[in-house]
Nanobody, 115 residues
Framework: QVRLVESGGGLVQPGGSLRLSCAAS????????MAWYRQAPGKEREVVAR???????TYRDSVKGRFTISRDNAKETVSLQMDNLKPEDAAVYYC?????????WGQGTQVTVSS
């Protein structure tokens, strides 16, 4: 059974940084792409960043140059370093693992950006 557990959310001022982490278990972690999604109140869930099994990364335009996704296959973790945070980055952030046609999700971690 796949389990994803996020941590690292919190309250930060605009311009600040946070690092989110996701610990995975129950899968052949290194074999599958991982991603971070976010969902703000009243909005649809959207992909923030992806990292493939081979380490290739993609980002949504609004976070390019500010966010960095990385993975540690030995520790079965995926991280999202978020710098220069903006109020519009505030959302619940979810860790995702895609196994072929099946998506697995963590419970989410809240990120609040406010002065």
């Amino acid at each position: 059974q796949v389990r994803l557990v996020e941590s690292g959310g919190g309250l930060v001022q605009p311009g600040g940084s946070l690092r989110l982490s996701c610990a995975a278990s129950g899968s052949l972690f290194a074999n599958f792409p991982m991603a971070w999604y976010r969902q703000a109140p009243g909005k649809e869930r959207e992909v923030v960043a992806r990292i493939g099994a081979g380490g290739g990364t993609t980002y949504r335009d609004s976070v390019k140059g500010r966010f960095t996704i990385s993975r540690d296959n030995a520790k079965e973790t995926v991280s999202l370093q978020m710098d220069n945070l903006k109020p519009e980055d505030a959302a619940v952030y979810y860790c995702n693992q895609r196994q072929y046609a099946t998506d697995y999700w963590g419970q989410g971690t809240q990120v609040t950006v406010s002065s």
